[in-house]
């Protein structure tokens, strides 16, 4: 039998947890209805102050920016649309680039960037200030003070491709008007070494006021929303725009963009033939071929040396090359390199650029 002391201690005991848990409850109840809140905010697509800031710097209507593929009409219809349009310059003749981009500054704003990699020497740059770009993108690299000296002198602006803490400090201090942060989910050369949801905190924390963009997986309007509540100001999109109308692929690619699905995809470097550098692809049957002999190094490859294409000028295309199968390309395209991110299996349809902005733009607005 209990003494009165033990019986008063749980009185007071008892007394005392009911008190505390109208407390717990309450600070349950509204910390319930803030993460509702939080939800609620999620769901409706919201553009931060960093986007704001990306779209008043480029007089974009739309946080979305072209990936380097897609050729120059996907570039103006994207640019005509209200995102911002790009031309990967890095191989092409100075004087291609420079029609291109006068006839880019006929047709748009403005709002294009020539994008250029960085693991080649960039020749054009001058011939492009020249022509009246004042916009560029590079990757796989950091632009020389003369480089980045000669786009400010031309009143011009640039951004450049990061994928981590360190590689995003560097870059910073080149002050950059935007960057690019590229994860593991993206398809085609992949200069990142980790996916996004690693990468795009290490790289917003260094960045400070300076806009941040997120490149590879995007797909949806979804996408885009979780993208900019977690920060960034604006996406990067290479497979979802190269599936429009206007893209410079073949219908057989497209194709097979529109049949793949979540296990499409392979992070490989098998097409190195040009480029030793690794990438994302579809796995087409120069790839499954290699992988069926247990991914041998150049020079021992099935199949090595093989012209399977040519080019609209009657350039050779060997297997393993890095080139895509692109308008005017002949011969055996299904087995050329295909590129593509890992959000290509959301793709289920090829509408115009101009159709698809709308749609994302929708979507991430939750309409």
């Keep these: 039998m209990e003494n009165q002391e033990n ?15 109208i407390g717990l409850s309450t600070a349950f109840i509204s910390s319930t209805a803030l993460a509702s809140q939080k939800v609620k905010e999620r769901e409706i697509g919201k553009l931060n102050e960093s986007s704001k800031k990306l779209l008043t710097l480029f007089n974009l209507k739309y946080p979305f920016f072209q990936a ?28 291609d680039s420079y029609e291109w981009i006068q006839e880019l500054n006929k047709e748009t704003n403005g709002n294009f960037f020539a994008n250029y990699i960085l693991h080649f020497e960039p020749k054009s740059i001058e011939k492009l200030l020249e022509a009246g770009c004042r916009n560029f993108q590079f990757s796989w690299g950091l632009p020389s003070q003369e480089i980045i000296s000669k786009i400010r002198n031309a009143g011009g602006k640039f951004g450049i491709q990061v994928s981590s803490r360190e590689n995003a400090v560097k870059a910073v201090e080149l002050k950059p008007d935007f960057l690019i942060c590229q994860g593991l989910e993206a398809g085609g050369h ?60 073949t219908d057989g690619y497209r194709q097979k963009l529109l049949e793949a699905g979540e296990n499409s995809t392979v992070y490989t470097n098998c097409f190195n033939q040009d480029w030793n550098a690794m990438h994302r692809v579809l796995r087409t049957s120069t790839f499954l071929n290699w992988e069926a002999e247990g991914c041998p190094l150049q020079g ?36 050329m390199c295909m590129y593509a991110g890992e959000g290509v299996g959301k793709i289920k349809d090829i509408p115009s650029a101009a159709e698809l902005i709308e749609r994302l733009w929708k979507e991430f607005e939750n309409k």
């Design 7 to 21: 019986k008063s201690s749980r009185r007071n005991f008892l007394k005392t947890s009911s008190l505390g848990g």
């Design 68 to 95: 380097a593929p897609g050729g120059s009409k996907l570039a103006a219809a994207i640019a005509k649309a209200g995102g911002m349009g790009c031309v990967q310059l890095t191989w092409s003749s100075a004087d």
């Design 190 to 249: 992949i200069q990142a070494t980790q996916y996004n949801k690693y990468a795009l905190p290490q790289v917003l924390e260094v960045a400070g006021e300076i806009p941040v963009l997120v490149s590879g997986g995007i797909s949806t309007g979804e996408d885009i929303r979780s993208a900019i509540h977690n920060g960034a100001a604006g996406v990067v999109m290479g497979t979802r725009f190269i599936s429009t109308k206007e893209s410079n692929l």
């Design 300 to 335: 021992n490859k099935p199949g090595e040396g093989e012209v399977i294409g040519k080019t609209p000028w009657g350039g050779d295309i060997l297997r393993y090359s890095g080139r895509r199968p692109v308008e005017g390309d002949t011969g055996d395209l299904e087995s």
